[in-house]
């Protein structure tokens, strides 16, 4: 069973649209959850990360919301540019087990000119 | 802020051999290195965590004799693909942690097996 799951394997947004990207999650003990932007042939870079105790972070055009009762969360990107046309992954981890990321299958925006 | 360099990016090796990756972190000092495999289909999977002066944590399905770690060092650790086949192939990604417990990956060194 996929402990983070991403709701969407794509989405498509036009320049200047806010896209959602939407996950949710099983493992009531995971207590960060951080996304990650993937663009083809590089690695996963962090793009901003929340920890459970809070309901919102915002960095930027980037901006996370976030529902323990619900067990989901939700990345929003105001004003969307075709630069950050990449993959987006959701992820989590507990506790003193940070290491073990567990990451959804990742959504691929794609931002239309 | 924290970076993560990995080399090669790339790599291709003849089935049955073995290629050498190493990472580097850079402005922080990365106490621990998770070792993940990304595959063909972008999943990920976790191969063991490196920590400074102790053992080396596997996960299932992954071995020190098929991959030897080395983390001498604060800034440095290396994973080694011992008798690589198709099966192998992949992103091999470095995830350096934080003292805050972030995770900060590498560009990753992508595996191709002939």
């Known amino acids: 069973q996929q402990q983070v799951r991403q709701s969407s394997q794509s989405l498509t947004v036009w320049e200047g649209e806010t896209a959602i990207l939407n996950c949710s999650y099983e493992?009531?003990?995971?207590?960060?959850f951080p996304w990650y932007q993937q663009f083809p042939g590089e690695g996963p870079a962090l793009l901003i990360a929340?920890?459970?105790?809070?309901d919102k972070k915002e960095d930027g055009r980037f901006t996370i919301f976030f529902n323990k009762r619900e067990k989901n969360l939700s990345l929003h990107i105001k004003d969307s540019q075709p630069g950050d046309s990449a993959t987006y992954f959701c992820?989590?981890?507990?506790?003193?087990?940070?290491?073990?990321?567990?990451f959804g299958k990742g959504t691929h925006l794609h931002v239309l000119p | 802020g924290a970076l993560v360099y990995q080399y090669p990016r790339r790599t291709i090796c003849k089935s049955g051999t073995s290629m050498r990756m190493e990472c580097q972190a850079v402005?922080?000092?990365?106490?621990?290195v998770a070792w993940y495999r990304q595959s063909p289909q972008k999943t990920f999977e976790l191969i063991a965590l490196?920590?400074?002066?102790?053992?080396?944590?596997?996960e299932q399905n992954f071995t020190q004799e098929k991959f030897p770690i080395s983390h001498p060092n604060l800034s440095f650790s290396s994973m080694t693909v011992l008798n690589a086949y198709l099966e192998d192939r992949g992103l091999y990604l470095c995830?350096?942690?934080?003292?805050?417990?972030?995770?900060?990956f590498g560009a990753g060194t992508r595996l191709s097996v002939l």
């Open positions: 992820a989590a981890s507990a506790g003193t087990n940070a290491y073990k990321v567990i």
């Open positions: 493992n009531s003990a995971f207590d960060y």
């Open positions: 929340i920890r459970s105790v809070s």
């Open positions: 402005g922080f000092q990365a106490t621990s």
């Open positions: 490196s920590t400074v002066n102790s053992a080396i944590k596997y």
């Open positions: 995830g350096a942690l934080t003292g805050e417990n972030t995770l900060y």
